[in-house]
């Protein structure tokens, strides 16, 4: 049992959850996840890290409660049993500092997606590289993670209702700044799947390459159960062990959208 050591509420229903993981946190790379089960018998919950610090071993996830085994999670006190880091890393971490010098880079976080932005960016400040940051929401009060965006990137606000900075959707503000004379040679999407799917649309509009991160329905995480099957290019993949990052041109997004409202 792995014991839950804050957990801070951070908008209706969305959680941060922090707990000791030494060997999690010391091999944790952005853009991985873990897979948490909050007992013996309920179902094996997929969470992008949103934090993990290798000189206290803590790290934290996100949690938005809205079905009946993330509402379980984040009434825990203990997890039953925690797996990862899973998944491939972000492909910047594989870049060279010559590479990683030359990114401009807009993160496009909606939602949720703030939280596995985070890591990201912050690998990138780390670096001494400086990116952007369209840190989005439907209102004000569902804007995550902006304090410590904000230590790590530039960031643009967008509501949806315009309650707080740009009034609109994500990809009109990125298309804003675009117009504005912004260069960017790299978009990161992650949030909601449709959101993921539109943002595609327009980075092949601007003619930026864009790299989502697909957060399909996973049951174990390995590779075997074929739930977080998707459509890439033509060919089969599985999110959890082929991904979850990939090009954002060769999603099949009406596949992928399906496949999450058939669950
Ligand atoms: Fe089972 Fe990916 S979660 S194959």
Same mark, same amino acid.
């Given at each position: 049992?792995?014991?839950?050591?804050? *957990?801070?509420?951070?908008?209706?229903?969305?959680?941060?959850? $922090?707990?000791?993981?030494?060997? #999690? %946190?010391?091999?944790?790379?952005?853009?991985?996840?873990?897979?948490?089960?909050?007992?013996?018998?309920?179902?094996?919950?997929?969470? /992008?890290?949103?934090?993990?610090? $290798?000189?206290? !071993?803590?790290?934290?996830?996100?949690?938005?409660?809205?079905?009946?085994?993330?509402?379980?999670?984040?009434?825990?006190?203990?997890?039953? +049993?925690? %797996?990862?880091? &899973?998944?491939?890393? $972000?492909?910047?971490?594989?870049? $060279?500092? =010559?590479?990683?010098?030359?990114?401009?880079?807009?993160?496009?976080?909606?939602?949720?997606? %703030?939280?596995?932005?985070?890591?990201?960016?912050?690998?990138?400040?780390? +670096? !001494?590289?400086?990116?952007?940051?369209?840190?989005?929401?439907?209102?004000?009060?569902?804007?995550?993670?902006?304090?410590? &965006?904000? !230590?790590?990137?530039?960031?643009?606000?967008?509501?949806?209702?315009? @309650?707080?900075?740009? +009034?609109?959707?994500?990809?009109?503000?990125?298309?804003? &700044?675009?117009?504005?004379?912004?260069?960017? /040679?790299?978009?990161?999407? #992650?949030?909601?799947? #449709?959101?993921?799917?539109?943002? @595609?649309?327009?980075? *092949?509009?601007?003619?930026?390459?864009?790299?989502?991160?697909?957060?399909? #329905?996973?049951?174990?995480?390995?590779?075997?159960?074929?739930?977080?099957?998707? &459509?890439?290019? !033509? *060919?089969?993949?599985?999110?959890?062990?082929?991904?979850? =990052?990939?090009?954002?041109?060769?999603?099949?997004?009406?596949? %992928?959208?399906?496949?999450?409202?058939?669950?």
């Amino acid at each position: 049992m792995i014991k839950v050591l804050e *957990k801070k509420k951070l908008s209706e229903n969305i959680y941060e959850m $922090s707990f000791d993981a030494p060997m #999690i %946190a010391k091999n944790a790379l952005p853009g991985q996840f873990l897979v948490i089960m909050p007992s013996e018998k309920s179902e094996r919950v997929p969470l /992008t890290i949103a934090k993990s610090d $290798s000189n206290t !071993g803590r790290v934290s996830v996100v949690v938005m409660a809205v079905g009946e085994a993330t509402r379980e999670l984040v009434n825990s006190d203990f997890f039953y +049993h925690i %797996a990862g880091p &899973l998944g491939n890393p $972000s492909e910047l971490v594989d870049m $060279s500092e =010559e590479e990683l010098k030359k990114e401009k880079i807009v993160f496009l976080a909606a939602g949720v997606g %703030a939280a596995p932005v985070y890591p990201q960016a912050k690998f990138m400040k780390e +670096h !001494g590289v400086k990116t952007d940051t369209i840190l989005a929401a439907r209102n004000e009060s569902l804007l995550l993670y902006e304090d410590e &965006l904000n !230590g790590v990137s530039e960031v643009q606000i967008a509501t949806d209702d315009g @309650s707080r900075g740009f +009034h609109g959707l994500i990809t009109d503000c990125l298309e804003q &700044l675009v117009k504005d004379g912004r260069k960017f /040679t790299r978009i990161i999407a #992650i949030g909601p799947m #449709i959101m993921m799917k539109f943002a @595609s649309f327009k980075a *092949k509009e601007l003619g930026i390459p864009i790299i989502v991160s697909l957060n399909p #329905i996973m049951l174990d995480g390995t590779g075997m159960c074929g739930c977080c099957r998707c &459509l890439i290019d !033509g *060919k089969t993949k599985f999110a959890c062990v082929d991904g979850p =990052e990939f090009r954002g041109e060769e999603v099949d997004w009406d596949d %992928a959208l399906t496949r999450l409202k058939r669950w």
